[in-house]
């Protein structure tokens, strides 16, 4: 049975943290819709236009994983945004996957997502969640995967490829072929 994700985009996101998952999971024959947060035309952090699929709605509760880029109005966009943290805080009681990183995790924590759980953020915005989740664990590594909680973190624009590999592989799937093809083997064994 094919898997689906949603791509949480609004303006201000980071581009390659908004890509990189939806190339990575629909090479992979992920169903991948890039969802807007309240339109179809999103205007990414460095003056991108992004067309997205849909706009938000509660098919949001449906899909395997919900992704949210980072990027710090992005972020701040959807971190503000009710109705969103009320069909994350819905994913999260189904024990549904979500993923962030960079700064979207700071929208988790607003959410109620990180308590008790462990995460990673982009540098510097730990203190913000740790005044909202006192209870979660930060870590700095790449991609934080806590399983008990169905949630993904990640640091940054240059970990996009290992945040998407990770969200693939929750899924189910097998990530092997398509490193090897975007030559992220390489790049792990040959960067200094």
């Keep these: 049975m094919t898997k689906t994700a949603a791509v949480m985009l609004a303006d201000g996101c980071e581009e390659v943290e908004a890509l ?3 190339d990575v999971l629909r090479r992979l024959g992920v169903k991948t819709d890039m969802v807007g947060l309240d339109k179809l035309k999103i205007t990414s952090a ?5 067309t997205c699929d849909k706009v938000m709605d509660d098919s ?3 899909y ?6 980072g990027g710090t109005t992005g972020a701040k966009n959807l971190r503000d945004n009710d109705q969103l943290m009320g069909l ?6 189904q024990s549904k996957w979500n993923a962030a990183m960079c700064a979207a995790p700071t929208a988790f924590s607003r959410y109620g997502l990180l308590d008790g759980h462990k995460y990673t953020v982009f540098p510097g915005l730990e203190g913000q969640i740790q005044d909202e989740a006192k209870n979660a664990t930060h870590t700095t590594n790449i991609v934080e995967i806590d399983k008990d909680a169905n949630l993904i973190t990640s640091r940054g624009p240059a ?3 290992a945040y998407s590999y990770a969200i693939a592989e929750s899924l189910g799937y097998d990530t092997a072929d ?6 992220y083997n390489y790049l792990a064994d040959n960067i200094k």
């Design 20 to 22: 990189s998952p939806v």
């Design 46 to 50: 460095h003056g991108v236009t992004l």
């Design 159 to 161: 970990t996009g490829f």
């Design 178 to 183: 398509v490193r090897e093809a975007m030559q």
């Design 60 to 62: 949001l509760l449906d």
């Design 64 to 69: 395997d994983v919900v992704i949210f880029p």
């Design 88 to 93: 994350m805080q819905k994913r999260a009681q």
